[in-house]
């Protein structure tokens, strides 16, 4: 077994703060069903760390709410805020074959509809509006581009390449 805690894992969600005195938390979910979150436990941390046990206990605005073994006090919460919560990759669905999950995608190169190499996903980005690609090209230059299948006709995981059909610069 590796030593990296997060290979063979997928970020799930992450901890957000604490809710309450008593170790609540509040927990950002990127499930589909958010509370499916809790489903794919022992969820592990970056440094290692594992949570067996989550109780999802209710909701707020943007986050669930919840009971995790081993947080019992809010600056035990509070430490944690902004923490990755990753699961095995072998406890998550199958996807269909034009959905991906962000850590298949990070990594690979991108090319134009004509083959020119354009970078590599550094991140995939959601700011409510839909994915977007952020692809680090030469020499530190950054191209967002929208995950749409207009504008990413390809993704192909076994080949690991992305083609990208980027608008004419009018410029």
Same mark, same amino acid.
């Given at each position: ?150 504008? &990413? ?9 992305? &083609? ?8």
């Amino acid at each position: 077994m590796s030593d990296d805690p997060t290979k063979g894992r997928i970020v799930v969600g992450s901890l957000a703060g604490a809710f309450g005195v008593r170790g609540e938390v509040r927990l950002k979910s990127f499930c589909a069903e958010p509370a499916d979150l809790a489903g794919y436990v022992p969820l592990y941390t970056p440094d290692g760390r594992v949570f067996r046990d989550i109780r999802i206990i209710g909701q707020t605005q943007g986050s669930l709410t919840a009971r995790i073994e081993g947080i019992s006090s809010k600056e035990e919460a509070d430490a944690l805020r902004g923490t990755p919560l990753l699961a095995d990759r072998s406890r998550l669905p199958a996807l269909p074959d034009d959905e991906f999950y962000h850590a298949d995608l990070i990594g690979l190169p991108v090319q134009d509809a004509g083959g020119a190499p354009l970078g590599i996903v550094r991140a995939v980005l959601n700011h409510g509006a839909g994915d977007i690609l952020e692809v680090g090209g030469p020499r530190g230059s950054t191209l967002l581009i929208p995950f749409t299948q207009a504008a &990413v006709p390809l993704v192909d995981l076994a080949a690991r390449r992305i &083609v990208a059909d980027l608008p004419e610069d009018d410029g």
